[in-house]
């Protein structure tokens, strides 16, 4: 008896007899057409009344942006919108990541860090910012003496991303991908409710204040839904350019002074 082929090995041979030219199925004996009924009994043609009709929702027919602002808008807690957001089926990026990275830190803190998508380490730890880049963050804000771990809201630090999930290879979201996590983003500023915010990075700048240049942008003072929002280069770009760690060290300057005022 010969073996059943895996899906694999059934697709790569049928791959084969297409180039071949083998483009129709046939069956393995032949048809005798004249022994066939003259004429094969008629199907009920009759329309199905509006009610027996079935109501299919195809894919290209739901708005995963509106999905998302109403899922959004439904959580009235943060531990119901990290819920939402996990039972969110719109974002092709939850099916190749290991892990849902939702948020780190003491929620009630004063300053809010929005970053951009989880990296491997992030991926894999379920946690924002734990890489190489997440380091440096830590010590920059250490430094004016703030931490995740501070259980005081005014020492703390709350931590998040414009996504849950990693993209493949670390690329850059996609337009659609940033359209359908912001509406999530955005509800979990208003949840967490910071008195000031810290975009880290072109992509967060991208997702809350509509614009990129993070070299233009940073070191302003920006508004966000009506709180303060400071927007800064992204850790790992200190990382990769250590010379602009001056121009981040004075952003964490006027963070530091907004919070005393």
Known sequence: MNAIPDFDSALDMLAWQVELGADEAIE???????????????????????????????????????????????????????????????????RGAQNFVFADGLAAARVMVVGEAPGRDEDIQGKPFVGRAGQLLDRMFDAIGLSRQAEDAKDALYITNILPWRPPQNRDPSPEEMAMMLPFVKRHIELAAPEVLVLMGNISCHGLLGRRGITRLRGHWQDVAGRSAMPMFHPAYLLRNPVMKREAWADLLEIKARLKS
Not at 35 to 62: F, G, R, W
């Open 28 to 94: 393995e004996e032949p048809v005798n057409r004249y022994d066939l009924p003259e004429a094969a009994p008629k199907a009920n043609l009759k329309a199905p009344t509006p009610s027996q009709q079935p109501v299919i929702h195809k894919e290209e027919d739901i708005d995963a942006v509106v999905e998302a602002r109403k899922a959004a808008a439904s959580a009235g807690s943060l531990e119901a919108l990290a819920s939402a957001m996990q039972a969110f089926p719109h974002c092709e990026l939850q």
